[in-house]
Nanobody, 124 residues
């Protein structure tokens, strides 16, 4: 399994921006698809953005389209999530995930590895 460590969470006002970063060990990173998921209070984990193994195909949950951008850098073993125009409903713990397939996927059950998570809080 890929080992993942997230960073970059914090507190931001509505309309602001945050950039999350996920560092992975290099054993298989270039051959896996990645995703960012969030889990709000009392809610199930949902994948909001996903990218394929090469970084050239991305999918987004409808609620974040046009505001979030996922990017994968195989040379640096990182996957980032740029979040703009943040809303209070974006609040939650954000997790970086890896799946042992080349194709991106928005289903949280399709991921084999998750990081420890980083808290994002958006105040109104």
């Amino acid at each position: 399994q890929v080992q993942l460590v997230e960073s970059g969470g914090g507190l931001v006002q509505a309309g602001g921006s945050l950039r999350l970063s996920c560092a992975a060990d290099g054993r298989t990173f270039s051959n896996v698809a990645m995703g960012w998921a969030r889990q709000g209070p009392g809610k199930e984990r949902e994948v909001v953005a996903t990218v394929n193994w090469s970084g050239d195909t991305t999918y987004y949950k409808d609620s974040v389209k046009g505001r979030f951008t996922i990017s994968k850098n195989n040379a640096k073993n990182t996957v980032d999530l740029q979040m703009n125009s943040l809303k209070p409903e974006d609040t939650g713990v954000y997790y970086c995930g890896a799946r042992n397939y080349l194709i991106a996927n928005l289903d949280a059950d399709a991921y084999e590895s998750w990081g420890q998570g980083t808290q994002v809080t958006v105040s109104s």
